[in-house]
């Protein structure tokens, strides 16, 4: 589903902070992204979508495949049909509702028939349980249930790929695991492809197939949760857990 070959991407003047990027998804993977802070796991997820233009390398969703070296606006485009990112920040629409976000992309980008649409928006916010708020402003939604419409909207876009950058990360404590339940809900379902960066260790070991592990802008450990998460040989992946979890 998802193809990443020689990906590397420079920021002006600066050094390469994605070097020689390569892997593949298969269709309907949950995979986790984990790695020190910097190391490029925001960067990787918005080439995914060409929100940031890779230096080099070819990205591949579905029958979309956009090369760095010379690719057009059209391409582009389709490419970012494949997915939908959830973001840090939940990126809601200030001066729309709940339902109105969720109902804006197909809609306006889409061009969905409002009607039908707003019986998805609608099935989607019951989805995430954000059903009883559909007429809500996101300055009347606490940081979780702002993600869980996040989510809806992102789901909304009937993506092939759905991409989480640090979904919880923004949040109150006592609010991520109302949002982590919301993504294992969608994971299980195993509908969608998904490419979930986080520091939540124990949710990645649960709801991944796969994780990735980045570091300097590598790939420095690709495998099971087991391996990488129970198992890890590589000592920069030991010294990453064992950090994360003094934290934790
Ligand atoms: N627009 C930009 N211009 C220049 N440098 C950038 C830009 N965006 C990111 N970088 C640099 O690229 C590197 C990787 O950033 P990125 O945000 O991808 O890391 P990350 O792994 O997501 O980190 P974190 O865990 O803190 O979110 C960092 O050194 C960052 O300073
Ligand atoms: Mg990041």
């Not at 902070?17 to 892997?23: G, I, K, T």
């Not at 099935?123 to 809806?152: F, H, N, T, W």
């Not at 990488?228 to 857990?241: G, S, V």
Request: charged share 25%; glycine share 6%.
């Amino acid at each position: 589903m998802v193809s990443v070959e020689h990906l590397t991407k420079r920021f002006d003047g600066g050094t390469d902070v994605l070097r020689d990027v390569s892997f593949t998804v298969d269709d309907h993977e949950v995979v986790a992204i984990l790695g020190p802070s910097g190391t490029g796991k925001s960067t990787l997820l918005r080439c995914l979508n060409y929100l940031c233009v890779p230096t080099e390398g070819v990205i591949t969703i579905g029958d979309a495949r956009v090369d760095a070296a010379n690719h057009t606006k059209a391409q582009v485009k389709a490419l970012r049909a494949h997915s939908a990112m959830v973001f840090q920040s939940y990126n809601l629409f200030k001066n729309k509702t709940a339902l109105e976000n969720v109902m804006a992309a197909p809609v306006l980008v889409q061009k969905r028939d409002k009607a039908q649409a707003r019986e998805q928006a609608l099935a989607l916010l019951d989805k995430v349980g954000m059903l009883d708020r559909k007429d809500y402003y996101p300055s009347k939604l606490s940081g979780g249930q702002q993600q869980r419409v996040g989510i809806a909207r992102a789901l909304a876009m009937e993506p092939d790929v759905l991409l989480f950058d640090e979904p919880t990360s923004a949040l109150d404590p006592e609010l991520v695991a109302e949002v982590l339940n919301t993504i294992r809900a969608l994971a299980e379902e195993r509908k969608s492809t998904m490419l979930i960066v986080t520091h939540e260790i124990h949710f990645a070991r649960q709801v991944a197939s796969r994780i990735l592990f980045l570091d300097g802008g590598q790939v420095a450990g690709d495998g099971t949760p087991e391996e990488i998460i129970d198992r890890p040989q590589n000592p920069r992946i030991q010294q990453f857990l064992q950090f994360i979890q003094q934290k934790g």
